[in-house]
Every structure is written in C-alpha cells, then in structure tokens.
C-alpha cells in the first residue's frame, strides 16, 4: 500500500509546531502573525481551538510579510478576536480515507456531517497532492454503460473519462448526477464519490435520504461544501472529494467514479478568494488564476495502471451563455459534453439532453462498433435535417413537404419523444417507474425507428418509455379498446343507426318545411 505507507511516514516525522496569534480578521479572509519565527507554507492548515464550536481550519494563501500570512477560513469565523492563539499543523488539510468513509458524509476537512459519530479510518492524506507521472497512466479506453438511452447513444462514456453536464438553471443536471450515481452503484456495483461543491442545501439533503431508501449509500462517499459555507470550503471541496476517490483507485484497484456538482460553482469560489486575497481580476471578473486552477482539480482525475476515475461533473452555465470564460476553460479538459436544452424542457422531454450539441470523442467505429456508430450519426443526421425542415413547416406548412420528408419528420418525431426516459430518481415526482435500458436495446430500438420498422405507431407511444418493446406494448395498449372482445366493437355499430335516424327526420321535416 504505497501512499499509506507514505501518509504514515510524513506522520511520523517530528513536525515543528509553530505558534502564532490572529492580527486581523476581514469575513473569511485571516491575518495571523507569527513573531520571530518560519512562517508555514503555503497551503498549510492553521487550526484555532474554539472550545465547544469546535476547531477552526485556515489555510495558508499568502506571505504578507513583517512575519504575516492571509489565510482563507475553512468555517465561519463569527466570534473570532484578535490575539487568538493559531497552530500550524506543518501540512495541508489532511481527511480520512479508505472504505470507512463508504456510507458517510463528510465537510472539506473529513469532519462527519450525518450525525453517526467519529469516521473509523486509519489513514488521513492531503487535499493538495500532484497528478500521477504520464508513465503510469493508462491509455485503453472501455466504453461505460450508464443505462440512459440517450448518453449512451450519442455521448458515450468511457472509464476513467471527464464528462460534463451543461446547462442552465432547473434543465435537470443534478437530476442526471443521482440518477447515473443510483445506476452506476446499483447495476456495476462500483464505488462512487460525490462532491456537493457550493449547490443547494435542499439538493444535498435529498440526493442523502435518496441513497439511503434505495441502500445506494453504502458504496458511496459524500463531501459537502454547499450554498450557506464560505468560499474556502467550496474552493477546496473539490479537493477533497478527489482525495477520497484516488485513495480507492491507487489502494483498491477500483473503478471508481467521481461526481461533482457544481463545477461553475468551484470556479466562483475560486473567484470570491482571489478577490478577498486583494488579486486584480481576469476577464469577466474571474481569478487570473482561473486555468490553473481548473488544472489542478481536473488532471488529478485520470485512469492509472491500478484503476481509475471516471468523473461526471455538472456545470451551470450562466444566462445560458457558453461563451463564459469559466465555461470554456472547462470544455478544454473534457471527453464528452452533455448539453441540456431549455427549448427541450419546453416541450416536456426529460433528459433534456441535445443529442445535436452534445458530444462525444469517444464515439467512434474503433471504440463503439460499427453499428452503434451507424444508428448515433443516423439519429443525429434525422434530427438534424427535421430541425432544417422547422422554418418550411412554420410557413408552409406540414403538406407542402415531399413524401420523403414527410416521413422523415414523422421519424424524427418519434426519435425525439424515444429519447426521453423515465428515472429512478424522479419517480416520486412522475409516479412513472424508473427504466434502465442496456445499450444493446436502446441501439435496436433507434435502429427500428430509422429502418421504417414502427411507422405505423403514434408517436405518443414512445414517449417515457424504456426499451422499444415498451413503445409497440404502449401502443397496442392505446389500440386495445377497439380491438378487444366483441362486445366493445359492437357497441359503436348500434349506436351509429339511432344517431343518424334524428338526423334523417330532422332534414325530412326541414324539407317539408320548405315546400
């Protein structure tokens, strides 16, 4: 167990403790002297003993001089004073590790956060630690089944991949992250980490009780640094939650998977301690620093010869706007992209994944197959020409087109409503059963669709099912009532003779009326 065994002997190295006093406290941002001594490093841990509030975490940001470091608080630091006594702990944040963090949840400094008590590890490692050498990463690519027909067929995964989730507020990005982290642990029986990383208190509480009625949470570590904490800990959550997942993947040979949400959320952190550490800003008025440290975080996340990581990170993309400096440093270091549409939400398709802005570099006849590849590229070329076709149906209507794009339209129709899919995770809100849909069958389910094999289904039918078979069963379910016994057919037959008679006598009497 190499990094054990190293954590264990950087502990066991006398550390020199040096002692220092707060000298100035502006909201998150601490001043503290150490008078006639080294100053830590940068990225040290100070701790301040507050008694029954507990201890108080600063990191180290920068030297000021005349025996002064700024540091960035870890907590709130409401109630602290002047002249506080601070300890240098003679290293970085340190968090536990290992399979007693599986089923727990935790804060940036491996603190429990669920109420059951102390986490039972042996080993602590650093938050900040260097991205494996290029030597021992590995370079074969595995395609990774998620069970949603519409990422596995257009923005396929690989294990030990980076993919991002991007969209606009409320399209379903933390919606996507439960419901892959409920198939991932349920169907490949993987561990999982998630990162809450500055999102919504309420989200974080609900993905916890979630895991634990579906018995999830066993096979996974939370870390939470939410709304309500102060920038350090959302900067450095991230951080954190890394830690725990390449612990499983160097110790365990594990195939682990690293959740994050929210990666914008990461950057504007990022952004608010550059600012309090008195830094000119970038564009936008993002940290200068902003590419480094989208670095920092992101080549740490890679496939070694022991294991990997594949990590699914969803990204907020402010107003929409894809241009955002933040935005686009992040496409930089991604496999596959998943773009969720507004324009889809409006007409109720949920995943709202864009099968035609979306992408994936893994999506390839080498990687897939020839004939995955063959039914992705044949769905998006059917989308694609049914989008050129909008502005025609919009002012000609739907009966000048040619037979053939007639057809094509009514393909496409129901190609888009077969994308959607119901979750495991939104059945309380849907009362729809959750479907997971192996890749096989969402590969002959599209291939049916295009070869013409179900032109003769509503497209109602394939909306919010899961596997083809599904949509013809739909289908012969909305058809049942006039095909079934006897009785049923025979009641319109009836009906049909003591409508028209009325009808018959009232144009007698009219005509005689008339003469």
Not at 188 to 204: D, I, L, M, N
Request: hydrophobic content about 40%; aromatic content about 6%.
């Amino acid at each position: 167990m190499a990094i054990a065994e190293k954590a264990e002997k950087k502990q066991e190295k006398p550390k020199k403790v040096r002692t220092g006093r707060v000298d100035q406290i502006i909201g998150p941002v601490v001043d503290v002297v150490f008078e006639g001594q080294d100053l830590p490093e940068i990225y040290h841990a100070l701790e301040i003993d507050r008694g029954k509030q507990g201890r108080l975490v600063l990191e180290v940001q920068q030297h000021r001089g005349n025996d002064v470091v700024r540091t960035i608080a870890m907590d709130s630091t409401d109630g602290l004073v002047r002249g506080t006594e601070v300890k240098d702990t003679g290293g970085p944040i340190t968090v536990p590790v290992g399979k007693g963090t599986l089923g727990r949840m935790m804060n940036v400094i491996g603190e429990p956060i669920d109420g059951k008590g102390k986490i039972e590890s042996e080993v602590r490692l650093p938050i900040h630690r260097t991205a494996p050498p290029v030597s021992e990463q590995a370079t074969d690519t595995e395609v990774l089944e998620t069970g949603i027909k519409v990422i596995d067929l257009v923005t396929t995964f690989a294990k030990g991949s980076k993919i991002g989730l991007f969209g606009g507020a409320g399209v379903g990005k933390t919606v996507i992250v439960m419901e892959l982290i409920r198939n991932i642990a349920t169907e490949h029986q993987g561990f999982s980490v998630f990162a809450g990383v500055g999102e919504r208190t309420r989200e974080g509480n609900s993905l916890w009780l979630e895991m634990n009625e579906s018995g999830v949470i066993d096979k996974t570590a939370l870390v939470f640094g939410q709304m309500n904490e102060p920038p350090g800990a959302r900067a450095r959550v991230g951080l954190t939650g890394l830690t725990l997942a390449e612990y499983f993947r160097d110790e365990f040979g594990q195939d682990v998977l690293l959740f994050i949400d929210n990666v914008f959320r990461y950057m504007l952190a990022g952004s608010e301690v550059s600012a309090l550490l008195g830094r000119l800003p970038s564009a936008v008025g993002y940290q200068p620093t902003l590419a480094t440290e989208m670095g920092d975080l992101e080549e740490r996340i890679t496939s070694t010869k022991k294991g990997s990581i594949t990590s699914v990170q969803a990204v907020f993309v402010p107003a929409d706007d894809y241009t955002d400096p933040a935005i686009a440093t992040t496409f930089a270091h991604l496999g596959a992209t998943v773009s969720l549409s507004r324009a889809i939400v409006e007409r109720g398709i949920y995943p709202a994944v864009d099968p035609l802005d979306s992408f994936s570099r893994f999506l390839t006849p080498e990687i897939v197959g020839e004939e995955h590849y063959r039914v992705a590229r044949g769905v998006q070329q059917v989308l694609q020409r049914n989008k050129e076709l909008q502005d025609i149906i919009a002012i000609l209507g739907p009966d000048e087109l040619s037979e053939d794009d007639k057809l094509l339209v009514a393909r496409a129709r129901k190609i888009e409503r077969f994308l959607s899919q119901p979750f495991f995770v939104a059945e309380i809100f849907t009362n729809r059963p959750g479907k997971y849909v192996p890749l096989k069958e969402t590969i002959r389910g599209f291939g049916e669709i295009l070869e013409g094999k179900h032109d003769d289904l509503p497209e109602q039918a394939f909306y919010m099912v899961g596997t083809i078979d599904e949509a013809v069963a739909a289908a012969r379910g909305e058809a049942a009532p006039s095909d079934d016994g006897k009785p049923k057919g025979e009641k319109p037959k009836e009906e049909t003779p003591k409508q028209e008679k009325p009808k018959a006598a009232a144009s007698e009497a009219r005509g005689k009326a008339s003469t």
